[in-house]
């Protein structure tokens, strides 16, 4: 990878007329990605693509080139494009003599490498998904498996001194069931992955993933409208992050902060959510989507207080972010490819769990609604201002979890639920994704205990 590159006179190019970083990145991707839909496998790739990118900060400015090419004279002429655009009245950047590489925590070993198994032996493990949701109820009219594999490694060179590379590997395997009754339809939906390697299977077997997204579709079809409303609300820890990484994780990111997208700008050392909600965002976590030793600039990946007790404390910067604000970068300088420059993006973020058990939590509420399970939203970074739909739903009557209900959704701000919320649980549940931004995905995660909102707006049926 990057050190077979004779990196140095690539860096020397391109901030030859001025700037403050030169980068070099390189990367090689290996990825299966099969779709079983309506009972026939729709889709079945292996793809290998590999290529690099050269960057130049120059003026706390992004120049970007890349090519699917590792040749030196083509990466010397990337280098001489981006150089094309820097300001030539500044010196020229001064590559380092010495190069390091950063110091990572300890990645878990793959136990079973995906790109060993054979695209046979995947196959199989969507066709028994698929059967065993078409057989768990009459009403389900529609199956959708999704199985993807990524073996990535990448490698980074820039005049900050670093030398990096990094290998991960990800699993990923979803299923959505569509079941309909007299004309109307309600969708389940599955995903399970990780850093992990086939092993995923042991711990989350195909069968049980599709069997939970088919119980799912079922029991909302059968489910009575939600009540609309102002109500108490429990967010139960199976719900997944969901509302912690989109009402507030990308509020967080120095890039929207700082350039007032966020209606965290300026909120630093102020109280921003409840005393009880401690956030972090977190690479360092064995197994987890969105964790990684380095990121995407040759950082180390670190454990990020974001929010403690309430109190604003840190935003989740990359170089350029770092740069500007005159800090160190928090390991959150992500991209999708070698075909993009980094961004600040979140790892898996989480709130962290409090005192109070889920039990007590639901006896705390007289009349309100038990989210099981998230589903998608939309969140203004601005106001703070959301809207989510709720997957799975339940009420909660006297203090115990009652009828499923269906289409209800939330509503609300961000800042204010936080400084809301009055009761933290003591558990802790993941939920994982590719979070998009700016035309690009990266893997995500995110996490919560149950928490109680003492009100909140939630749309459903009226008098219902």
Do not use: W
Request: with cysteine; hydrophobic share 40%.
């Amino acid at each position: 990878m990057i050190e077979d590159i004779e990196f140095k006179p690539i860096l020397e190019k391109a901030g030859s007329r001025g700037g403050e970083l030169a980068e070099l990145f390189v990367e090689e991707r290996i990825q299966t990605e099969i779709l079983l839909e309506a009972g026939k496998i729709e889709q079945a790739s292996i793809g290998i693509s590999r290529g690099a990118g050269v960057r130049l900060l120059c003026e706390s400015r992004t120049r970007y080139a890349y090519t699917n090419s590792l040749l030196k004279n083509d990466l010397l002429s990337l280098a001489e494009a981006v150089s094309q655009s820097a300001d030539t009245s500044q010196p020229a950047v001064i590559i380092p003599m010495e190069f390091q590489s950063p110091k990572t925590y300890f990645k878990p070993e793959i136990l079973i490498p995906p790109d060993q198994i054979p695209l046979g032996e995947k196959i199989k493990l969507l066709k028994k998904a698929e059967e065993t949701a078409r057989k768990y109820h009459k009403s389900i009219v529609q199956v959708r498996v999704r199985y993807f594999d990524l073996r990535r490694k990448i490698g980074i060179a820039n005049s900050n001194g670093i030398l990096a590379r990094d290998e991960t590997v990800q699993t990923l395997f979803l299923v959505q069931v569509i079941a309909e009754k007299d004309g109307e339809l309600q969708v389940g939906y599955e995903p399970v992955g990780g850093t992990q390697g086939f092993e995923l299977f042991k711990e989350y077997p195909p069968e049980q993933v599709a069997l939970t997204s088919a119980q799912r579709a079922v029991k909302m079809l059968k489910a009575r409208k939600a009540p609309g409303g102002k109500m108490p609300v429990v967010l139960s820890a199976e719900a997944g992050g969901t509302m912690i990484h989109e009402a507030i994780g990308h509020g967080l990111e120095a890039d929207l902060a700082e350039q007032g997208l966020s209606v965290y700008q300026n909120k630093l050392g102020k109280e921003v959510a409840s005393k009880l909600i401690t956030v972090v965002d977190d690479a360092t976590i064995p197994g987890k989507r969105g964790s990684y030793e380095i990121d995407d600039e040759g950082t180390a990946g670190e454990r990020t207080v974001l929010v403690e007790k309430g109190v604003l404390v840190n935003y989740m910067y990359n170089l350029l972010e770092a740069m500007r604000a005159g800090k160190k970068s928090t390991g959150n300088g992500r991209r999708e490819s070698y075909r993009y420059p980094p961004l600040v993006r979140m790892s898996n973020t989480i709130i962290l769990p409090g005192e109070s058990s889920p039990e007590q939590i639901i006896r705390a509420v007289d009349f309100g609604l038990f989210v099981k399970k998230m589903g998608g939203g939309q969140v203004d970074t601005v106001s703070g201002d959301f809207i989510f739909e709720v997957n799975e739903g339940y009420l909660i009557e006297k203090g115990e979890v009652a009828e499923p209900v269906r289409g209800a959704t939330l509503v609300g701000n961000g800042p204010q639920v936080l400084k809301e919320i009055d009761m933290v649980g003591n558990d802790l549940g993941f939920g994982i994704g590719t979070c998009g931004k700016d035309g690009q995905g990266v893997p995500v995660a995110d996490a919560q205990p149950t928490l109680r909102i003492p009100e909140l707006v939630v749309g459903g049926a009226v008098n219902e």
